[in-house]
C-alpha cells in the first residue's frame, strides 16, 4: 500500500511569490492535514480537509490556504512568500472517524526555501 | 489553552542506557495521545498511541509509554537503548481534530 506522497520534495522561491504544494493520501483515506515544521517553532497545524471540506484551522495568516479535491487529493498555497515561510511541510492523511481524525499518516514533506 | 511540553530538548545516552522522555499537557477534555519518532532524513512515524483503556501502552520497537491521568503526564519510556534509536521524538495530544505537538526531544545514542 503505497504511502502519503508530496510533490515536490523541494523548491525554492523568493520573497513575493507563491507556492502550490501537492499531497497524495493513502488510498481509502479521506481526511488530509498540514503541518508547517520549523527549527524555531516545531510542527504547527496548518488545516485539516475532510471530504472537500476544511474541518479545522491553525493559527496562519489568510495567505496560506488549501483545497480538497473529490479524490481525496489535496493542495496547499502559499501567496505573498516570507523568508519565515521557509518550512518543512508535511502532509498527513488518515481515515476519519467520528470527532476526531485518529492515527496520522505523513509524507516526507515538502521542503521550501524562500530567498 | 492546548499546549504539550516535552522536558528535554537533547538528550545524549550510551547503548543499552535505559531511557525515560517526559511529555506533559494541558487539555480541557478528552484527548487521544501519541509519540511520533523522526529518523534522520525520514518522515514522521508512529511509535505509539493511546485512546482509552490501560494506561501502560506498548508500541514499536520496544518503547512503551504511560498515561497518567492525573499527572496529564504520557512519557515515554525503554529498558535498553540502540544506536538506531537516535532520531527525534515527538509526543502529541490530538483534540478538536487536530494534533498539537510538543517541541520534539533529539536522542543521541552513543555505541
Known amino acids: 500500500k503505497a504511502g502519503v506522497t508530496q510533490t515536490p520534495r523541494y523548491l525554492i522561491k523568493t520573497r513575493g511569490q507563491q507556492v502550490t504544494l501537492s499531497c497524495s493520501p493513502i488510498s481509502g483515506h479521506r481526511s488530509v492535514s498540514w503541518y508547517q515544521q ?7 497545524f496548518l488545516f485539516e480537509y475532510f471530504s472537500e ?9 489568510g495567505r496560506f490556504s488549501g ?3 473529490s479524490n481525496s487529493r489535496s493542495e496547499m498555497n502559499v501567496s505573498t512568500l516570507e523568508l519565515g515561510d521557509s518550512a518543512l511541510y ?19 514533506g515538502s521542503r521550501l526555501t524562500v530567498l | 489553552a492546548q499546549s504539550v511540553s516535552q522536558h ?11 531511557l525515560e522522555l517526559g511529555c506533559n499537557y494541558s487539555y480541557g477534555g478528552t484527548v487521544n ?18 485512546f482509552s483503556g490501560d494506561p501502560l501502552v506498548k508500541g514499536i520497537k520496544g518503547f512503551e509509554a504511560e498515561f497518567i491521568k492525573s499527572k496529564f503526564s504520557f512519557n515515554l519510556r525503554k529498558p535498553s537503548v540502540q544506536w538506531s534509536d ?9 483534540g478538536g481534530g487536530k494534533l498539537i505537538f510538543g517541541q520534539g526531544t533529539e536522542l543521541s545514542v552513543k555505541p
Open chain 1, 38 to 44: 520549523t527549527p524555531g517553532q516545531g510542527l504547527q
Open chain 1, 53 to 61: 471540506t476544511q474541518r479545522n484551522k491553525g493559527n496562519f495568516p
Open chain 1, 67 to 69: 483545497r480538497q479535491f
Open chain 1, 90 to 108: 508535511l502532509c498527513a492523511s488518515s481515515i476519519r472517524t467520528g470527532g476526531d481524525t485518529g492515527e496520522l499518516f505523513f509524507g516526507e
Open chain 2, 8 to 18: 528535554n530538548h537533547h538528550v545524549i545516552l550510551s547503548e543499552a542506557a535505559s
Open chain 2, 33 to 50: 495521545l501519541f509519540w511520533y519518532v523522526q529518523y534522520p532524513g525520514q518522515h514522521l512515524q508512529l511509535l505509539l498511541k493511546y
Open chain 2, 86 to 94: 537516535t532520531a527525534e521524538y515527538f509526543c502529541a495530544i490530538q
